[in-house]
T-cell receptor, first 114, second 112 residues
Framework: NAGVTQTPKFRILKIGQSMTLQCAQD?????MYWYRQDPGMGLKLIYY???????DKGEVPNGYNVSRSTTEDFPLRLELAAPSQTSVYFC?????????????FGDGTRLSIL | QKEVEQDPGPLSVPEGAIVSLNCTYS??????FMWYRQYSRKGPELLMY????GNKEDGRFTAQVDKSSKYISLFIRDSQPSDSATYLC????????????FGQGTTLQVKP
């Protein structure tokens, strides 16, 4: 039972490079989310999706893009990497928007931009 | 003002101690409140949730919400070294998006 799978686990980028963080879930969840976590700052929502073909901005979307062509996959794109994007990125999914339903998280991608 | 505020700690206690973790929130419309636990180099996982005011108990863990003061608490009794983790409070945002608003997280270390 894989749950939410994120790849890669670690990555070092140079300033100005681009990359895609992959996220896949095998629970047939409609709702998916991307967060970034910086030390002492909690989780900040970058983008979210309520179903295939539907995405919307979260709290900190600048410098990122997403797409949701299938229910399973929700990739996050960094177009021009900047040092401020050094962070740990978490993808999450949930079955319904109800408060008694948990969000299931992947184990994160640790990204350093130098 | 942040919508959910949490003292980031760190908090260090001896094994067997009672631990109290706290958050405050700003919007009285929030109804669902959660505690997520995050071990080092792992993603958060749901520990407990409560709806509206009141207490909820699960083993050594008790979650408490006081809506009159907009205060959320998590109590851990007989704390164990395995409880060492970061604890994040969260609330469900309004609307039908399932978005969560997280506090900053409190890092807890339980020493044997």
């Amino acid at each position: 039972n894989a749950g939410v799978t994120q790849t890669p686990k670690f990555r070092i980028l140079k300033i100005g490079q681009s990359m895609t963080l992959q996220c896949a879930q095998d629970m047939n969840h409609n709702y998916m989310y991307w967060y970034r976590q910086d030390p002492g700052m909690g989780l900040k929502l970058i983008y979210y999706s309520v179903g295939a073909g539907i995405t919307d901005k979260g709290e900190v979307p600048n410098g990122y893009n997403v797409s949701r062509s299938t229910t399973e996959d929700f990739p996050l794109r960094l177009e021009l990497a900047a040092p401020s994007q050094t962070s740990v990125y978490f993808c999450a999914s949930r079955d319904r928007a109800r408060g008694d339903q948990p969000q299931h998280f992947g184990d994160g991608t640790r990204l350093s931009i130098l | 003002q942040k919508e959910v505020e949490q003292d980031p700690g760190p908090l260090s206690v001896p094994e067997g101690a009672i631990v109290s973790l706290n958050c405050t929130y700003s919007n009285s419309a929030f109804q669902y409140f959660m505690w997520y636990r995050q071990y080092s180099r792992k993603g958060p996982e749901l520990l407990m949730y409560t709806y509206s005011s009141g207490n909820k108990e699960d083993g050594r863990f008790t979650a408490q919400v006081d809506k009159s003061s907009k205060y959320i608490s998590l109590f851990i009794r007989d704390s164990q070294p395995s409880d060492s983790a970061t604890y994040l409070c969260a609330t469900l945002s309004s609307g039908n998006t399932g978005k969560l608003i997280f506090g900053q997280g409190t890092t807890l270390q339980v020493k044997p």
